[in-house]
């Protein structure tokens, strides 16, 4: 059973409260939960309920008021600005509901982009990046633009874009928000397939359709878990 | 992330927005440009300055009679011992000096058949043909023995060669210097013009001192073997303002000038004498030259401008690279790579202007223009420079993003 798998991600007491004005609001309060290799989870919740300040704090993009997070073993807090820089090359990849491309750049080249700020040089970036696309499904379109694409197959160079560092964590926030239904179907296919290669897919989403597709559903309200459920697979 | 990526990152945003790239730029290459164009002008002038010391002798000092006051041109006053021969062979016997040109100067007409012609004439001795660095293009010059003996014999400029001669040769023939037949045995190699003393270098006439003494213009009432002035060639490498001071002490003796006493005679170093009168010109170049690079700072604080513009439009791509990687370091380098490709190309394309202004001032407005490559590279390194100061700014704001809010920006 899953539980007893080494926890990839690990949650202790997470608290982020963020300051508007003279009030301070909580978005998390107090936090604990773990997360499993090769796990997809879907973390679910009217919007303000914590779910997205969640993912932000997994993905090493902002740092918690108190409680600590652990990935890998490794307490987050520990960490310089450029460790934290590196963690997220090498260790997260993102998908994002806007698919954040660089219009003026190739599919090809918004793929290789994470390859260029590793720290330890990649041997061949383009091969790499092609590789990711051609995973993903769009071989044949590296050298369009983002403006060339449509929604589906911007998020696809997305998603190649967040394999290319070969990471352990992929976070997806909304991925499918932009697209309509089909396109999303094909959207959450890839996500499971890349999950059930092993990879730790954590997604963030108001739609239970898109929620179903994973193996674990985590409700959130006001900042804490309001339910966690494993499907029996 | 390496230079050259960082590089070509760079120059892909600034394609992608070629116009506000262009008008960025435009302010340093204004800058440039005008920084270049004044010291090629500027360079010009001095190098033209370099050119006339060269010409009159940079090794030369010149002793003229008369109390120090005015410039070499004002004549020793009656009361004044005027400079002989003796004078000329005691200051010859100094170790330092090289030649003394001894030298009564006046103005002539000259006359042959129908022709006649206003020049200078220059009575003197074989040492003026060292210290001017004078030769023939035809004939030959004057000899020690000629001076000695008083020859009736006149070597002339080209330009009073042509004024009495054209076209045909003067060697040989025969001319009227003030009445006083003189035969032409050479004809000076050209020497140009001069803005400086002395305008016309080739419009002059030389004959031995001797005979310009006795037979041409007169020598002088109260003393024989008269000099007018003396111009004293310096050995290479010796110090001139040594020299003149050693000259200076020299002379006192010989004229038995009493400690404390007033000179009678004064001691000239004609290149400080041209130098001086650039100055004005030089100081002049270079406070241009300084507007251009204040225009050329001004064009810094553009990019500057543009770069925060820039940092503020891109903050959502900040956010992004930072969320997949990039270390403050990257962005920074990144922002930097753009500000300094931005005054790198703005240089580069200045100083090509620069040059091309440079070159029509030359033609149109006929100045002397140095183009060097060393102002080259100072500009574009100046520009590097801006861009390096005026982009660190802007990419340390982009650096410093929190990525969490970057990638939420708008």
Redesign the interface.
Known sequence: MAAEATPLISCRDLTKVYRMGTQDVFALRGVNVDFIEGEMTAIMGPSGSGKSTLMNLIGALDVPTSGELLIKGRPLSKLSRDELADLRNETIGFVFQQFNLLNRATALANVKLPLMYARTPVADPVARARECLEMVGLGERMDHRPMQLSGGQQQRVAIARALAGRPSILLADEPTGALDTKTSEEIMDLLTGLSSEGITVVLVTHEPEVASYASRQIHFRDGQIERDERRAS | ?KIG?AFQSAL??LI?TPLRSFLTMLGIMIGVASVMAMMAISEGAAKQVDAQIAQLGASNLTIFPGASRGGPRSGGGASDQPFTESDVDQIKQEPFVTAVAARISGSVMVVSGEDNWSTSLQGTNTDYFLTQSLSTREGRLFDTREVSSGAAVAVIGKTVADALFEGTNPVGQTIRVNNVPAEIIGVLVTRGQSSGPGGDRDDIVIVPISTARNRILGGNATVARYVGSMEVGIADGYDMTTAQEQLETRMREIRRIAPGGTDDFRVFNIADFVRARSSTQATFGVLLAFTAAVSLIVGGVGVMNIMLVSVTERT??I????????????ILGQFLAEALALCLLGGLIGSALGVGAAKLAANVGEFPVEISPRIAIIAIGASALIGLFFGFFPARQAARL???EA?RHE
């Open positions: 992330m990526v892909e945003a992608s959502r791509e956010g992004l690279r930072m969320a997949i990687g990039a270390r403050g370091i990257d929190n990525p969490i990638l």
